[in-house]
């Protein structure tokens, strides 16, 4: 591959070649003669003075830097500069520096101005198609390096959601064994479905929407063993969410969060809101809860940490295309989360590839 890229045998391939074309061109007969070797030679020298003008002076100087119309009277200029100083070498001068051949010039001005019109025009398209090449190659790099970096920057962030929400349902299970509560089983069972979601659905880049939704509703479950049923929790699925499919183990940090700082302490005086609504290739997730804080915790940095996490993995998967909102006022806490142009019809982003 770097034999193939190297300039200097780009060149020696293209003179080669071009010599052996234009010697068969100009060769009187079948038998090549000496004279035919010197002629082509020089023939191809006030070929090449030009074609590396182009190359190296006015396509950078010119042409890259967009000031197209210099570059296009440069190009006239060369093209009939040096045909015409080729019809003067082989008319006046090649006597002079060859006194024992006798040249005699074939062709006309106008013949003249088609040989450096294809040769020109030729390596004009040629070096720009190479640039092309190189410019769709370096941005494929690119691409793949950002599209790695991403990858290994969700696999952090994802990281740190997993282990802790484990660590928070490994609790709730703990202390319903030692407290010996019946519904020790049933939690366990829960825990099962949820430990098979995040090991094997999260490892993937899109979930569907009702098993994310399922996930929501045996984590609540789970939780109502450690703050008991009685507790003001709900959750409300609205539209038809078909075959849409999100990024997974996104909805439910947002409501382990309000579990972490809504429901503790005195249940009465807590609550739970939770509103997932499809509409219009749109989803709207809504989670509500109290400040519960109990007496000398510190809630503000765990949950900012927990919150901006979420939003860096917003901010990598869906881009634009997602709102991410939190309303800290009085006595209410709320994330809002909006995500646009979902394409049910094909379970994904419309023209996103995450």
Do not use: C
Not at 88 to 106: A, C, Q, R
Request: glycine share 6%.
């Amino acid at each position: 591959m770097k034999l193939i890229r190297n300039t200097v045998l780009q060149h020696a391939v293209f003179w080669i070649l071009s010599y052996y074309i234009l010697m068969n061109v100009f060769s009187l007969s079948s038998n090549i003669q000496r004279i035919d070797i010197i002629y082509t030679g020089i023939f191809l020298v006030s070929l090449a003075i030009p074609v590396l003008l182009n190359l190296y002076v006015f396509i950078p100087l010119l042409l890259r830097k967009g000031k197209y119309l210099l570059y296009i009277l440069s190009f006239l200029v060369l093209m009939f500069l040096f045909a015409w100083i080729n019809q003067l070498l082989f008319g006046w001068f090649i006597d002079f520096i060859f006194p024992g051949y006798f040249f005699i010039s074939f062709y006309t001005y106008g013949d003249l101005l088609k040989f450096f019109l294809v040769f020109l025009g030729t390596t004009t398209l040629l070096q720009l198609s190479k640039e092309w090449f190189e410019l769709n190659a370096a941005r494929q790099k690119m691409l793949i390096l950002e599209k790695e970096k991403i990858d290994a920057e969700l696999k952090a962030l994802a990281n740190q959601v997993n282990p802790h929400f484990l660590f928070n349902s490994l609790n709730v299970i703990y202390s319903l064994v030692v407290n010996q509560r019946k519904e020790s089983a049933e939690a366990i069972l829960k825990l099962s479905d949820i430990l098979r979601y995040v090991i094997y659905g999260s490892s993937t880049k899109l979930v569907s929407l009702s098993d994310e939704a399922q996930l929501i509703r045996n984590y609540i479950d789970l939780q109502r063993f450690r703050v008991g049923k009685d507790s003001k929790i709900s959750f409300e699925f609205t539209g038809a969410p078909d075959r849409l499919e999100i990024a997974p183990m996104l909805l439910l940090p947002l409501v382990e969060n309000g579990f972490k700082h809504g429901i503790k302490g005195d249940v009465d005086h807590t609550f739970l809101n939770i509103s997932l609504t499809v509409e219009a290739g749109k989803l709207f997730f809504v989670v509500e809860n109290n400040k519960g804080v109990h007496p000398g915790e510190e809630e503000t940095s765990s949950r900012g940490v927990g919150l901006q996490n979420i939003r860096n993995r917003l901010n990598l998967i869906y881009k634009e295309d997602h709102s991410f909102t939190i309303d800290d006022a009085g006595n209410v806490f709320r994330v809002s989360l909006e995500l646009r142009n979902l394409d049910s019809k094909n379970g994904n982003m419309k023209n996103k590839d995450l």
